[in-house]
């Protein structure tokens, strides 16, 4: 019952430093997406993909990179983390199109000092 | 664009007290509605959805109708626990960009013994 997880739970790091955000899900999804949550903001998406080989920016794009080179794994890196990186991170994957539900990993808090 | 939007926090309720979270949406054609909820460091859940107009949705005690005619999708329970106490996230996923979700600002609910 594994479902999303996300690795790892917290990070500190220093600017422009890099570093990646790993999420694998085990339920043969095919969509997976990545999301800040930041206070009074809800979650914004930043980079989104409908299945391996297929990625294609959010709202909120800027300063990340993401690959999707199997069906499991859906890696966000940070290339030279800023202070406004600053946030909780969250991956979520689906099976299908927008009225099914989406699963959620417990979240990456990352601090950019 | 679609935008949700719902009612600034933080609830505080009594054990046994009825709640009501008001949300708002603006979105293009005919979007899915949800609600997510997110205890204290975990990631987020899927707590009801609504997938066309007048449908409702229930889950725990808490229940959405999709009302299209005043965009909104109000969620409320009649008797809320201390256990309830936790974030709600309002959320659509448009017709035009279903695989992607786009969250309202959430609102913490405290329910006090």
């Known amino acids: 019952n594994a479902g999303v997880t996300q690795t790892p739970k917290f990070q500190v790091l220093k600017t422009g430093q890099s570093m990646t955000l790993q999420c694998a899900q085990d339920?043969?999804?095919?969509?997976m997406s990545w999301y800040r949550q930041d206070p009074g903001m809800g979650l914004r998406l930043i980079h989104y993909?409908?299945?391996?080989?297929?990625?294609d920016q959010g709202e909120v794009p800027n300063g990340y990179n993401v690959s999707r080179s199997t069906t499991e794994d859906f890696p966000l890196r940070l290339l030279s983390a800023a202070p406004s990186q600053t946030s909780v991170y969250f991956c979520?994957?689906?099976?299908?199109?927008?009225?099914?539900?989406?699963?959620f990993g417990q979240g990456t808090r990352l601090t950019v000092v | 664009g679609d935008s949700v939007t719902q009612m600034e926090g933080p609830v505080t309720l009594s054990e046994e007290a009825f709640l009501t979270i008001n949300c708002t949406y603006t979105?293009?054609?005919?979007?899915?509605l949800f609600w997510y909820v997110q205890y204290p460091g975990e990631g987020l859940q899927l707590l009801l959805k609504a997938t066309k107009a007048d449908d409702k949705g229930s889950n725990k005690g808490f229940e959405a109708t999709y009302r299209k005619e005043t965009t909104s999708f109000h969620l409320e329970k009649g008797s809320v626990q201390v256990s309830d106490s936790a974030v709600y996230f309002c959320?659509?996923?448009?017709?035009?960009?279903?695989?992607?979700?786009?969250f309202g600002s959430g609102t913490r609910l405290l329910v006090r013994p």
């Open positions: 959320a659509l996923s448009g017709a035009d960009s279903s695989y992607k979700l786009i």
């Open positions: 979520a994957s689906s099976y299908g199109v927008g009225n099914t539900e989406a699963f």
């Open positions: 339920m043969n999804h095919e969509y």
């Open positions: 993909s409908v299945g391996a080989g297929i990625t």
């Open positions: 979105a293009t054609g005919y979007p899915s």
